[in-house]
């Protein structure tokens, strides 16, 4: 009797198992069969709001339901992200967020109320964006070592997007190569940063290409210095911070598409697949490339190891500077 009872067990046990998969095979097969939430964790017109409405225009053509983006904004990217982690798994709630919130704010707040990495099901990196480093023409600096000289001869500062940005991390990992100490400014965003170097407040900043250009071409600042891996064409004559030994200091910021844990892998992957399909496309990467970003699709598991990557590197720089979220 035991025997029979045990073989009725593993019946029923794998029947369940069976309506499980069955299950999340229709809801795969059915999806998506209503309107499409995107939430940006920060305020409209910004660079990962501007990639998530080009992507969600493109993703309602391909896709044959309308993708809106909800900016759910506030605490450095910690509302909107805690908005999605409690979402319910379905493929109806993803979200676009930078590289901050994924992998400076585990650092720089106590506690965070998701788990940054086991709290979302991560789509892929979608765009990045490069920096450009700016300073005050009066300083007539023409490159980084001429940055670094006058940084060991005189006290200086620059100006970052605000206490614990990606600017200031930056900046603080540049003076630890240089072996300099450049007095930290913090500013309310990137634009009001690159306007205190305009003004000669601060002698230097670094600022997204899109935001500068213009006064670069002005000369109301002077471009000595950009984290990619080959001159800009924007910006020529420009050298690469890493042709002055600075290869692997001033990361560029990334913005990436993540869901709630738990949402179907077959869904991850035909976001990830619409993902390549929208970045390929000529009119897509041109629009974003007008505004200085760099489409860059990668798989949901490369996503997944930089975040944690970021959050080993962020981590040790926050608490060797720290600092801790205002």
Not at 66 to 72: A, D, G, L, M
Not at 127 to 137: F, Q
Not at 231 to 243: D, I, K, M, R, Y
Not at 265 to 279: C, D, G, H, T
Request: with cysteine.
């Amino acid at each position: 009797m035991a025997s029979i009872a045990r073989r009725m067990m593993f019946g029923i046990s794998l029947l369940a198992a069976g309506c499980f998969f069955a299950d999340r095979k229709a809801h795969a097969q059915a999806w998506p069969s209503q309107q499409i939430r995107l939430i940006c964790p920060f305020p409209a017109g910004g660079a990962a709001d501007l990639t998530a409405r080009t992507l969600a225009e493109r993703f309602g053509a391909s896709l044959g339901q309308s993708v809106f983006v909800e900016n759910k904004t506030g605490s450095n990217g910690v509302i909107g992200m805690d908005a999605v982690a409690k979402a319910k798994p379905d493929g109806y709630t993803i979200m676009m967020t930078d590289r901050g919130s994924l992998g400076i704010n585990p650092s720089l707040y106590a506690s965070l109320p998701y788990d940054p990495v086991k709290g979302f099901a991560f789509i892929g990196v979608a765009t990045e964006g490069p920096v450009v480093m700016i300073a005050d023409p009066k300083l007539g600096l023409k490159s980084v070592g001429d940055l670094v000289a006058l940084a060991k001869s005189k006290a200086i500062n620059y100006a970052s997007y605000g206490v614990g940005s990606i600017a200031q991390l930056n900046f603080e990992a540049f003076n630890g190569r240089a072996g300099i100490k450049m007095v930290h400014i913090p500013y309310k965003g990137s634009a009001p940063a690159a306007l205190a170097v305009i003004q000669g407040d601060v002698a230097v900043s670094i600022a997204a290409p899109s935001t500068v250009l213009g006064h670069v071409k002005a000369g109301r600042v002077t471009a000595i210095g950009v984290n990619t891996a080959k001159e800009l064409p924007q910006f020529p004559g420009v050298a690469t911070l890493a042709s002055a030994g600075f290869d692997d200091v001033m990361v560029s910021t990334f913005f990436a598409l993540a869901a709630p844990a738990g949402t179907p892998q077959p869904v991850i992957a035909r976001f990830n697949a619409e993902l390549k399909s929208a970045l390929a496309d000529p009119a897509v990467a041109d629009k974003l490339v007008s505004v200085g970003l760099v489409p860059a699709p990668s798989t949901p598991e490369a996503a997944a190891k930089l975040v944690e990557s970021d959050i080993a590197r962020f981590g040790a720089l926050v608490r060797s500077i720290g600092i801790k979220a205002e």
